[in-house]
């Protein structure tokens, strides 16, 4: 059986979307008959993920993980902090390498470079190498089987919001983010999902009162139910905002960190979703107030902006992904752009 290594980086408040989406690449290559093993920089509490996972100092290149990499079929690397040098060493010493990289979009010798970002096929990588496979596009999004498609969602009336800003709120916006919802829609249910169990505990307490129920981490089915069941949601840029799409679940987004904006602006201009603005902008608040009230007049844009999610993300990268890395590895063959 041959072995794909995959290398990423999280910690309690940062890199859920790396650990999601290489979990869900690794569950890709299990369903084709590889063996996945996930190797994450640092140690990070990560229990239930459906694939062997292992806390490992990868970065430094500890010896005690290096014969794992020099046996394996395959490398995939996902990673914003890695040293240069690492990144040199692992490519140098993988018999195939691959990276998802959208962002910084570094320069690789070879191999094969995932961007499942919206519209990276137009803007990522304009200077590509003769020798590199690129897979760049929304159709190479890497979701968990729960967000693979065939429900179709489409609401008509915001009854019920979804508030997400990953697994640690870093910019603490659910408080004056459910101030504003309840300004505006003072009828409505709102679930928020929170980073952990003693979060959700204590944003309850301190929101008593509330028609709101505060999630502690959910597994993958439940968070694509709780989204089905949903109309909207308001939420950060990164591996939700594509879970929302395949769902079509429209959204309010909020730019919480540099790398999301492009993002942002791609699935606004699509029609998907309103950008608010960034987490600092001082009208942030009275924007996504005005962007709820004009949502709740108009049922007809939420069911638009729902296909449109979907006719955007289908929730099949994952299995392209891990088809095409399969068939190029045991089966080399010219480098192809796609």
Known sequence: M???????????????????????????????????????????????????????????????????????????LDSYRAPQSTIDAIIAR?????????????????????????????????????????????????LRPAFRGGCIHRPTAIERLLVSFGSGDIRALTTPALESIFSTLPLVRVDILTGDAAAARQLARKHEGLQAIFHPPLDALS????????????????????????????????????NQHQDLINFAAAGFIDFAGHWQDDDLWLKLGHALATLQRSPTTLAQRAATGQSLVDGQGAGRVARFLANSTTHPAAPRHF
């Open 2 to 76: 041959p072995q794909v290594l995959i290398l990423t980086e999280a910690g309690p408040t940062w890199g859920s979307g790396h650990l999601i989406r290489c979990t869900a690449l690794g569950m890709a290559f299990s369903e084709i008959g590889w063996d996945s093993k996930l190797r994450v920089q640092p140690e990070i509490s990560a229990p239930g993920l459906p694939l062997e996972h292992l806390a490992a100092p990868w970065h430094n290149l500890a010896s005690a993980w290096q014969s794992e990499l020099e046996q394996s079929a395959l490398v995939v």
């Open 94 to 142: 993988a018999k195939n390498f691959s990276a998802i990289d959208d962002f910084p979009h570094r320069d690789y010798p070879h191999g094969t470079i995932i961007d499942g970002s919206l519209n990276a096929e137009h803007d990522a990588y304009p200077a590509r190498r003769g020798a590199v496979n690129y897979l760049l596009g929304s159709r190479f999004a890497c």
């Open 223 to 258: 968070v694509q139910q709780l989204m089905l069941d949903c109309d909207l949601a308001v939420c950060g840029g990164g591996q939700t905002l594509y879970e929302l799409a395949a769902c079509g679940v429209p959204a309010v987004a909020i730019e919480l960190i540099e």
